[in-house]
């Protein structure tokens, strides 16, 4: 079955083609990064806007590179939510309104299952069942994974996700948005040993994470640092690289926590933050340390893709899943302990 992805939710365009006997086809993206920077972060009507203009010619360039044509296709995927929902409306109604042209069956899927399956793509792909770190700019949530859409939450943020409080550290630091990548980068030259930041919601029993406080924290150090004159380019540096250190030492210990009260050997993590090369070194040592693998997706596939969606669509769509005929969905807020193994599987 050849299934065609896309992926619209917020400021990525992703195209895909997955064949369930061939695997991944061809996988196209356009980010509309640049063109939100200059605002400081994603302008949803641009967005939208954006979306209508990419996509199109975004499916024809995974078709020509695949040799395939839309007559070949035989189901398309769509992000359904969560996400911004003009954003959505764009994918959702693009890939009903082609479905419906060519007689094939549309279906709607979780970007967050997208993201939480996206290991799956790699050539060693995890085994059910695993604990999963899904850690992107809307969402940090800890998930017992025992197949596909059997999903056990075990704990979330209350508050900002980790990549948005990345996000937000990088505008206080003077980053351009997207500011995960710019904070890791800054936090290289940074010294770890001159400030010490909290680890949030650690020194008690739980899953749950918090980030609301270490932002605070890195504004008031920035505003102190600031009165004292001693803000230069070396103390911006060790503010990221402190900032850093909390983050990944936060979800490393809520990590280690999830693996022992599973008894899992297996640890998958996604989301753009996954991309994230501190995070990822503890994260082997704590696995290794315990003879226990971490799984992650290639780089391109942590941040947002079409590839994912392509991916999720196949495993639902070849169980008979399918959206009824013009029924959309695009649903902005859409918890992911909702979703179900797919009927007929
Ligand atoms: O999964 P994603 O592409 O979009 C959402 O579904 O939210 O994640 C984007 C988030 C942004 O907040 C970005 O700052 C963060 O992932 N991010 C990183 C890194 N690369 C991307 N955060 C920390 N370190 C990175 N290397
Ligand atoms: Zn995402």
Request: charged fraction near 25%; proline fraction near 6%.
């Amino acid at each position: 079955m050849l299934v065609l992805g896309i992926e619209t939710s917020c400021d990525e365009t992703g195209v895909a083609l997955y064949d369930t006997e061939r695997g991944l086809v061809a996988d196209a993206l356009y980010s509309q990064v640049a063109m939100h920077a200059e605002y400081g972060g994603v302008v949803p009507e641009l967005a939208s806007r954006d979306h209508t203009r990419r996509l199109l010619p975004l499916i024809q360039q995974v078709l020509d590179e695949a040799g395939a044509s839309r007559t070949g296709l035989d189901a398309i995927a769509y992000t359904a939510g969560p996400g911004l929902v003009g954003a959505l409306m764009v994918g959702a109604s693009t890939a009903h309104g082609l479905a419906r042209a060519l007689n094939i069956p549309v279906l709607g899927v979780h970007h967050m299952e997208g993201h939480l399956l996206a290991p799956m793509l790699e050539t060693s792909p995890p085994p059910f069942p695993f604990v999963a770190l899904l850690v992107s700019g809307g969402h940090t949530q800890l998930v017992e994974v025992q197949g596909l859409g059997d999903y056990h939450l075990l704990g979330e943020s209350v508050d900002d996700a980790a990549g948005e409080a990345f996000d937000k550290a990088a505008k206080m630091l003077g980053l351009s948005y997207p500011g995960g990548p710019q904070v890791a980068k800054l936090a290289e030259q940074g010294d770890p040993g001159r400030f010490r930041f909290p680890r949030p919601m650690t020194d008690r029993p739980g899953l749950d994470f918090s980030f609301s406080g270490l932002k605070t924290h890195t504004l008031t150090t920035l505003k102190r640092l600031e009165q004292e004159g001693a803000l230069d380019d070396q103390a911006r540096a060790d503010v990221a690289r402190a900032f850093e250190e909390a983050v990944v030492d936060t979800l490393v210990i809520k990590c280690r926590r999830a693996l022992d009260a599973t008894g899992l050997k297996r640890l998958v993590v996604a989301g753009g933050v996954s991309a994230n090369v501190r995070l990822r070194e503890r994260l082997e040592r704590e696995t290794d340390k315990r003879s226990a693998r971490a799984y992650y997706p290639r780089g391109r596939f942590c941040t947002d893709n079409g590839a994912m969606i392509a991916y999720v669509g196949a495993q639902r769509l070849s169980a008979g899943e399918r959206d009824e005929i013009g029924i959309m969905k695009a649903v902005p807020r859409w918890p992911m302990d909702t979703l179900r193994a797919p009927t007929g599987s």
